[in-house]
Each structure stands twice: as C-alpha cells, then as structure tokens.
C-alpha cells in the first residue's frame, strides 16, 4: 500500500473569523414606519368608604384616568407627527392597593394616614412587578401579540416607576429591566402614571424612556455620528453648542427643571426640527417663552415635538426615532436592521 508523502491533508488548517454582521445600507427613500401599540391599562383605585364605594381618585379629588389618557394619546400623536399612537384594548380596574414587594398591602386607613401625613410610607416602597405580570398574565398576552404594552394608574405611595422594560433582550429604562421575563418573547414596557399628577408628568415618564431608549440605540456610535448626543446638547453642558437639551434641561437651564430661566442661548432646535438629517448648523436666540415658561406639559410637548421622524436612515439607524422609543424591539445594538 502506498505510503501517502502529501502531508497538506493532515495539517490544520486556518478558518478564517465569521464576517461581521452587515449594517442596513444606508436609504434616503426609505419612508418612516407608524408604530401603533396595543395597550393594556391597569387602574389601581380603592374603594376608600365600603357604604359609598366612594373611590381613592373620588375622595382625594385627583384626576380622571380618561382625561389624562386622552390627554396623553392626543399629544403624543401630535409630537410624533401621527406616527406614534397607542389602542387602547382593555382597561381592567383593580378595587385594591397594588401589592408591595414583601407581600404588604395598604387598607384604606392606613393608606390616608399615610398621604396626608399622620405615619410615614410603608418601606419597602416599590410594588410587586412580578405578582402582577402574573396576576395579569402579561409575559403571556405579549407573547401572543395581544398587547405591546402596559400602562399601570397609580398614586402616591404606589411604588411603580415611571417605565420599566421586560422581555428577552431588555435593557435600562429609567430602571432596570425586569429579570426572568424572556417567555414574553419580545420586550415590553411597563408605564407608571399616577392620577394625582397631570398629562405633563406623564410626558415626562415618556421623555425619560426616550432617554433610556435613544442611548442604546447610538451607544456604538462616537463623536458627531451619535446625534442622540447632539440632540440633548444644552448650554450648561455644552457651551455654545445647544440643541434641544434633555427632559430636565432646556437649552438655557442651569438646574433640573429649571424650564422657566428667563435668560437667552443659541440654539439648533430649528435645524432638528426643519433639517434633520441634512443639519447645517443654524441657530437662533430662545428664551423658555418657547416652551411655555416652565410648564411642565408645554416643554415636554415641545422637546418631544423635535425628535426626529423623517425617512431614511443614517449609519443604519432610522430617521424617525419614534420607531425605537415606542417599540423597543427596533434597537438593535449592532446597529442591523
């Protein structure tokens, strides 16, 4: 039998690393997507007197949960130029108190004790996420495309956050995400609005997981390529450079919250507004006239009003960023389609 002298065969042989996955070229054209959300509202509201039924909402005469949703869904829809709009497809009310993380649950006493001051919070404060998703079955109903989203009425004392995310995949917004929530089989997000506040702190809550969510979208990207980060540039911060500044700053503030400083920057909120994404620089003088002197809901509509929701995409990422903010499933960390 011949001895083979080919040694070629036996030897190792070098393979070369997988490519890297292909970023979505670039389309101009490529025309901006409408995100609708069906959505599962929660309304946490206590019957405070058992011989009325006289409800929480009713005795602290807070506000009705359907004005502030309308409210809401109004400017939302408004800001995004129609392309960001939530279906309301059940709305199951709770006559109880949300259940604490140690299994705690306020009485109606002890709850009016405690919000108008007589004993302090229960602590912990923070709510039971975790007994309510299965209480309400949410990984479940996400899964089967029922619902993509939750909003949870609340008050006081609740202990839910403004926005929390679940899901395979999910990641911070304005908390941490929710762990072992991957049978939902896409990310979702949890909103907390509480009735005692107004359409203004729940634009807020909206803004801070625009926040949350715009930062994981740019995070690979540096330098003038990350406009999240040219978009929030504001005058305390970045000299000379203001944008639009972000949900606590307006271009001019020099605080938190600081929406009603009287003093006048240059700013590109124009350019974002008019340009995006063929920036080209401009300014002009803005004072908080702009954004209704301090109101809270006026800023929030005004900063919301310029996030960007035009066609085509940059670096793969789309020009409408309402994509990604209202559907979380649209990030995609290594910047694919």
């Known amino acids: ?27 101009p054209a490529e025309p901006p997507q409408l995100t609708s959300l069906k959505t599962l509202v929660i309304v946490y509201d206590p019957s405070m007197d058992k011989t009325s039924g006289k409800k929480l909402s009713e005795t602290m005469n807070w506000n009705r949960v359907e004005d ?42 002890a709850y009016l004790n405690v919000v108008r001051g007589v004993t302090p919070p229960y602590m912990p404060q923070e709510a039971d996420y975790y007994e309510i998703i299965d209480r309400f079955e949410i990984l479940q109903r996400v899964a089967r495309n029922e619902i993509d989203e ?57 803004g801070h997981r625009a926040e949350s969510v715009m930062e994981k979208t740019f995070e690979k990207l540096t330098g003038d390529d990350n406009l999240w980060q040219r978009f929030i540039r504001h005058e305390k911060k970045n000299p000379g450079q203001a944008a ?23 700013s590109e909120c124009d350019d974002w507004l008019h340009n995006f994404p063929d920036l080209k620089g401009s300014t002009r003088m803005v004072t908080s006239a702009e954004w209704g002197h301090g109101d809270i809901r006026e800023h929030h509509r005004w900063w919301l009003k310029h996030i960007p929701k035009t066609a085509g995409r940059r670096n793969g990422i789309h020009n409408n960023w309402w994509q990604y903010i209202m559907n979380p499933n649209h990030v995609n960390t290594s910047l694919q389609s």
């Open 1 to 27: 039998m011949p001895i083979l002298n080919n040694l070629s065969f036996f030897r190792r042989r070098k393979v070369p690393p997988p490519a890297p996955p292909a970023v979505a070229r670039d389309n």
């Open 68 to 109: 502030l949703a309308k409210g809401f869904m109004s400017d939302i829809l408004e800001a995004s130029g129609g392309l960001a709009r939530y279906q309301i497809v059940q709305r199951i009310d709770v006559d109880g108190f949300p259940p604490k993380v140690d299994g705690f649950h306020y009485d109606a006493q």
């Open 150 to 206: 939750v909003w949870i009425f609340n008050f006081p004392h609740a202990g839910f956050y403004g926005s929390i995310m679940g899901g395979p995949g999910a990641f911070w917004c304005s908390v941490p995400p929710l762990k072992n929530t991957d049978a939902a089989q896409r990310r979702f997000v949890i909103m907390g609005f509480s009735y005692e506040r107004g359409v203004g702190e729940m634009l807020e809550n909206l």
């Open 244 to 266: 639009l500044g972000n949900v606590h700053f307006a271009p001019n503030s020099q605080h938190d919250y600081d929406w009603n400083n009287p003093g006048s920057v240059l």
